[in-house]
């Protein structure tokens, strides 16, 4: 098992910047990815941001590409994600989630809103 625990959510004006904390403890050394989704009220699920943990590759979604940047520290198992410019749009509980066999591992969220 794995387990994901977030930190850095909060309050912020638009135009502002959050960063992001996820660590990852237990068997830490199944995994291959980490990385971000977030739900908004009354919307699904949606991708945010990955890492690849042996590589360091990153994907983006196209609505936060540009603004939003996943880095990893495999020493700390930790995986954080700097927002910038954020809009009234990224109000949403973010989700760590962290990929292993046949398995998918979720953090419990953080919440981050956006005031306009």
């Known amino acids: 098992q794995v387990q994901l625990v977030e930190s850095g959510g909060g309050l912020v004006q638009a135009g502002g910047s959050l960063r992001l904390s996820c660590a990852a403890s237990?068997?830490?050394?199944?995994?291959?990815?980490m990385g971000w989704s977030r739900q908004a009220p009354g919307k699904e699920r949606e991708f945010v941001a990955s890492?690849?943990?042996?590589?360091?590759?990153?994907y983006y979604a196209d609505s936060v590409e540009g603004r939003f940047t996943i880095s990893r520290d495999n020493a700390k198992n930790t995986v954080y994600l700097q927002m910038n410019s954020l809009k009234a749009e990224d109000t949403a509980v973010y989700y760590c989630?962290?990929?292993?066999?046949?398995?998918?591992?979720w953090g419990q969220g953080t919440q981050v809103t956006v005031s306009s």
């Open positions: 237990g068997r830490t050394f199944t995994v291959y990815d």
């Open positions: 989630n962290s990929g292993g066999i046949n398995t998918r591992y």
């Open positions: 890492i690849m943990l042996s590589s360091g590759t990153t």
